[in-house]
T-cell receptor, first 112, second 113 residues
Framework: AQSVTQPDIHITVSEGASLELRCNYSYGATPYLFWYVQSPGQGLQLLLKYFSGDTLVQGIKGFEAEFKRSQSSFNLRKPSVHWSDAAEYFCAVGAGDDKIIFGKGTRLHILP | DTAVSQTPKYLVTQMGNDKSIKCEQN?????MYWYKQDSKKFLKIMFSYNNKELIINETVPNRFSPKSPDKAHLNLHINSLELGDSAVYFC????????????FGQGTRLTVV
């Protein structure tokens, strides 16, 4: 069965520092991969997605993610975080059966 | 225009009551979902409908009954509410087949007292 693992429950970085949020998936075929962000009290907003092609995908708000098939990973990166990036980040996989499975999320804290 | 809208945004009710949450999408998507987000922020799929047909039912108690009058609407009715039903419920829609990104509503915070 497909699954998504986000090994870090909380991540704290200083404003202006670089960021990498980890995501590993389990799925037999080529997955559809997503990163969503949830700000406090808000719904989920799509940051970026990978379906096929270039394994480095660019998203909104300066985020990017790289699909590495050999590592079953889809890590999210940002070169320089802003205080407004503090939020909950969810990695998700779409498995072609009308199901999108989410990881348990990583809470990002930003130090001033 | 809001792409996926759900109402109400907040719902406080007593144990044993029956309540409904409504969801509508104007994106022309074929697939709609209900997710439950618990106090630890874990998002778990409950149901998925494609063109008004139930596709996924993830071992949700039968007190939860989704209803899709047309492919733009997916309502969630909950009977005999229990304390453990307190959570944020998100409606979402996508093109379907798991490859289209899901668009989420703003959530309904259900509190059972």
């Amino acid at each position: 069965a497909q699954s998504v693992t986000q090994p870090d429950i909380h991540i704290t970085v200083s404003e202006g520092a670089s960021l990498e949020l980890r995501c590993n998936y389990s799925y037999g075929a080529t997955p559809y991969l997503f990163w969503y962000v949830q700000s406090p009290g808000q719904g989920l907003q799509l940051l970026l997605k990978y379906f096929s092609g270039d394994t480095l995908v660019q998203g909104i708000k300066g985020f990017e993610a790289e699909f590495k098939r050999s590592q079953s990973s889809f890590n999210l990166r940002k070169p320089s975080v802003h205080w407004s990036d503090a939020a909950e980040y969810f990695c998700a996989v779409g498995a072609g059966d009308d199901k999108i499975i989410f990881g348990k999320g990583t809470r990002l804290h930003i130090l001033p | 225009d809001t792409a996926v809208s759900q109402t109400p945004k907040y719902l406080v009710t007593q144990m044993g009551n029956d309540k409904s949450i409504k969801c509508e999408q104007n994106l022309g998507h074929d697939t709609m979902y209900w997710y439950k987000q618990d106090s630890k922020k874990f998002l778990k799929i409950m149901f998925s409908y494609n063109n008004k047909e139930l596709i996924i039912n993830e071992t949700v108690p039968n007190r939860f009954s989704p209803k899709s009058p047309d492919k733009a609407h997916l309502n969630l009715h909950i009977n005999s509410l229990e304390l453990g039903d307190s959570a944020v419920y998100f409606c979402a829609s996508s093109r379907g087949q798991g490859e289209g990104e899901a668009f989420f509503g703003q959530g309904t915070r259900l509190t059972v007292v």
